[in-house]
């Protein structure tokens, strides 16, 4: 089946920059997403893109696409300790309307 | 709007017991989902329906049965509880690009 790959933990200082990054298999995938969830609570949409895009923006977040290499990165810019939380990449392809997940990555910030 | 909303919360049961996970959604979406979340192992999917009256296997299907009441809930059945079940169960609702996900419910079968 199709994979989403994404490291399992990523370690940053409060004020610096993150950058988690995803892979995936799936070359028909049409929508990338990025969900956020915190503590205890359900996943939330964070953002997504369309595969003929290679970038995205959104105050904080930025999104990378790099469909050659099939790979996805998220930019959190001036982290906060609200960020805290576990990221999931997921992508759709265009036959599909279910997404594949990847496994998340904690991300934990130090004040 | 109160989104997706799951029960219970939380739930003990002893191996061989059964019980329903409840889930209701109130943006009148037509797909619903039931996902189970173990550390390490990300999100997968248990059952989908994607409208009223359809039910589809997803990844691990087995050991659950589903339910597509009406548009608005989707219950999730352990008929016999195994300790292997034990995790924490999202459903979720989409409509076009987005899935919304309720809370979940933290299940550990003894």
């Given amino acids: 089946g199709e994979d989403v790959e994404q490291s399992l933990f990523l370690s940053v200082r409060e004020g610096d920059s993150s950058v988690i990054n995803c892979t995936y298999t799936d070359s028909s995938s049409t929508y990338l997403y990025w969900y956020k969830q915190e503590p205890g609570a359900g996943l939330q949409l964070l953002t997504y893109i369309f595969s003929n895009m290679d970038m995205k923006q959104d105050q904080r977040l930025t999104v990378l696409l790099n469909k050659k290499d099939k ?33 998340g990555t904690s991300l934990i910030v130090h004040p | 709007n ?32 039931w996902y189970r979340q173990d ?38 059945r352990l008929e016999s509880a195994a300790p292997s079940q034990t995790s924490v169960y999202f459903c979720a609702s989409s409509e076009n690009n987005e899935q919304f996900f309720g809370p979940g419910t933290r299940l550990t079968v003894l």
Avoid at chain 2, 47 to 72: C, H, I, M
């Fill in chain 1, 71 to 103: 790979h996805l990165s998220l930019r959190i810019a001036d982290t906060q300790t609200g960020d805290s939380a576990i990221y999931f990449c997921a992508e759709r392809g265009g036959g599909s309307y279910i997404p594949t997940f990847g496994r």
């Fill in chain 2, 2 to 33: 109160a989104g997706v909303t799951q029960t219970p919360k939380f739930q003990v049961l002893k191996t061989g017991q059964s019980m329903t996970l409840q889930c209701a959604q109130d943006m009148n979406h037509n797909s619903m989902y």
């Fill in chain 2, 39 to 76: 550390p390490g192992m990300g999100l997968r999917l248990i059952y989908y329906s994607a409208s009223e009256g359809t039910t589809d296997k997803g990844e691990v299907p087995n050991g659950y049965n589903v339910s597509r009441l009406n548009k608005r809930e989707f219950s999730l």
